[in-house]
């Protein structure tokens, strides 16, 4: 793991939604380049810290800085430009497109054609298109589905659809990478799949947070999990101080 420090930097992070306080006072540092995870039964509150961190949802207190310049007031499109990418729990995938279009739609954050130049075919565009398949294609051989690419993507099993979302996100070119339940749905050979490009992604660099429900994928590719519960952050360490702490054991872990 990367010690350079911090990449992102979240500070007493609160949401409520009417009367129900969904994240009260969170804070915690990522470091550049580990794999920072999330976990907490249902309605922790996870979902809402990721749609928050993406710009989806405002705070309604607190910061969030990421690479040191707070961002909890911009939009999800800046926030995306700046590095930030995420997947999200129920897929999002264009079905009656072909694999690598699905890709080249998320790559569309790192062009310049304005609608005009597009529609005069100038040069400069054609070569932009060229350079959309190419980060597409790149993407693709990383969660291994190259061969896939001119395919639709109906035709993939659910699995490939998984890794597929990812490759779209990978394509953007993020520096922080937010995984929403990669491993939900999966048997046990494709979570095995997952965790293993989940640190590959680590390896080159992208700094990863996951939320998974996963117990043992999380515990085995985390260099630190924090606790969510009922909005409210329990702990944050290793994953073997996280399962020793009394209060997760009880609150979600469960014991014997």
């Not at 949401?15 to 804070?27: D, E, P, Q, R």
């Not at 100038?122 to 690419?149: C, N, T």
């Not at 998984?162 to 394509?171: D, V």
């Amino acid at each position: 793991m990367n010690n350079m420090g911090h990449i992102l930097r979240v500070k007493e992070i609160s949401k409520s939604f009417g009367g129900v306080k969904a994240l009260l006072y969170i804070s915690f540092d990522v470091n550049e380049g580990e794999i920072f995870s999330i976990i907490g039964p249902n309605g922790a509150g996870k979902t809402t810290l990721f749609n928050i961190l993406t710009g989806v949802f405002r705070p309604d207190a607190g910061a969030i800085l990421f690479k040191g310049k707070e961002i909890n007031k911009l939009s999800t499109h800046k926030i995306a430009s700046l590095g930030v990418q995420r997947t999200f729990q129920n897929l999002q995938v264009f079905m009656n497109m072909s694999v690598v279009e699905n890709v080249m739609a998320g790559c569309h954050i790192r062009t310049s054609s304005n609608m005009l130049s597009a529609c005069l075919r100038l040069p400069r565009v054609r070569k932009e298109e060229h350079s959309v398949r190419q980060w597409a294609m790149d993407a693709l051989k990383i969660v291994g589905l190259k061969d896939y690419a001119d395919k639709d993507a109906s035709s993939l099993s659910y699995g490939m659809l998984k890794r597929l979302e990812i490759a779209r996100s990978l394509s953007a070119n993020p520096e922080i990478l937010l995984l929403d339940e990669p491993a939900a749905g999966l048997n046990d050979t494709e979570t095995l799949s997952m965790r293993s490009l989940i640190e590959e992604i680590a390896s080159m660099g992208i700094t990863v947070v996951l939320v998974e429900h996963n117990m043992e994928l999380v515990m085995e590719c985390s260099h630190r999990v924090m606790v969510l519960n009922y909005g409210e952050s329990l702990t944050i360490g290793s994953p073997q101080e996280v399962q020793k702490d009394p209060q997760v054991i009880s609150a979600y872990l469960g014991s014997e």
